[in-house]
């Protein structure tokens, strides 16, 4: 019989937590086990309806959960001040961000309604322009900022000269290109929380790999069924065997986002062979985030792309 894999979160009562992309796969379990640990949820999603069938579901398994609903597009970055301005009319300090929300490798290039690359202009500056958004509260929260990665960002790299992929569009590169950033922009703003005295601290996680909706077939962007790979993917993960399940691959974030003994500037994920599935711990940083110069030039060049003024 496989071992049950798991983690410890503290208690969160009174803390507030903003989740992307908690509407389904991952998110959905990091939404849940941070409710029944107490915390208010804020789940920000693109579709009302997936929403309220996921916030009806986390409620029937834990029914004292506090969930809010909330609008957000993150390939939008009109939705993301709204939602931000939502947030800071409430007034209420956020204590956790877990940027998760994202998607993976569409087969033809697609655009944001904002013109970035699709992977980059969600995965990554969408996330940008939400922590904008959102930096009052999270001052006044002294939060944790997690940062979703991916096993795809320990190779590959930004491509400065085509940020757009208008020249070459190449869906693993591009969707790599995007985690990196995400990873390069959080270890920075661990770096200049620290230096700034913001009391955030920000640190990073990745899945491992899973069966989760990030893999499956997702007809609105072109990829009409599932892969090959995705398909052994479920074999082996139904099985126990390699990779983790939807469940054990929120755990390195809920780890990140909560462990008493988690980090700012580190990053967690899975530690079994390959980093693919098994339990949560910490792990050294991927060689394309390590580069400290490469990490300015991200928060600089991203905090022009999305118009929104970052905290010096």
């Not at 029944?36 to 997936?50: F, L, Q, T, W």
């Not at 755990?251 to 990053?267: E, F, K, S, V």
């Not at 490469?294 to 999305?306: H, L, T, Y």
């Amino acid at each position: 019989m496989a071992r049950t894999i798991d983690i410890h979160i503290p208690a969160l009562t009174g803390r507030r937590a903003v989740v992307t992309g908690a509407s389904d796969g991952m998110g959905s379990v990091i939404a849940a086990r941070l409710a029944r640990a107490g915390a208010e949820v804020v789940m920000p999603v693109r579709d009302r309806a997936k929403g309220n069938a996921t916030a009806d579901r986390i409620r029937s398994a834990v029914p004292e959960a506090r969930l809010v609903l909330r609008d957000l597009d993150l390939a939008s970055l009109d939705s993301v001040a709204a939602f931000g301005e939502g947030m800071r009319a409430d007034g209420d300090p956020v204590h956790i961000l877990i940027n998760n929300a994202g998607l993976m490798t569409p087969p033809e290039r697609r655009t944001t309604v904002d013109g970035f690359e699709l992977q980059w202009g969600t995965n990554h500056l969408g996330h940008v322009a939400l922590f904008g958004a959102l930096f009052p509260l999270l001052r006044d929260g002294r939060a944790r900022v997690t940062s979703q990665v991916s096993v795809a960002a320990r190779s590959g790299a930004i491509d400065w000269d085509d940020l757009a992929a208008e020249r070459r569009y190449r869906a693993q590169a591009a969707y790599s290109a995007s985690k990196i950033a995400l990873g390069l922009f959080g270890l920075e703003l661990d770096r200049r929380s620290s230096a700034g005295g913001w009391g955030i601290s920000s640190n990073l996680a990745h899945p491992g790999v899973a069966p989760t909706n990030l893999l499956a077939a997702q007809p609105g962007y072109g990829r009409a069924a599932d892969t090959g790979a995705v398909r052994v993917i479920r074999w082996l993960s139904a099985r126990g065997i390699l990779v983790g399940t939807p469940e054990t691959a929120a755990l390195p974030a809920l780890l990140a986002a909560t462990g008493p003994d988690a980090r700012g500037g580190r990053m967690y994920g899975p530690s079994g062979p390959g980093h693919l599935g098994g339990a949560p711990a910490e792990q050294a940083l991927y060689a394309p985030l390590r580069d400290v110069q490469e990490a300015a030039r991200v928060w600089e060049i991203s905090e022009q792309q999305v118009g929104v003024p970052l905290p010096v």
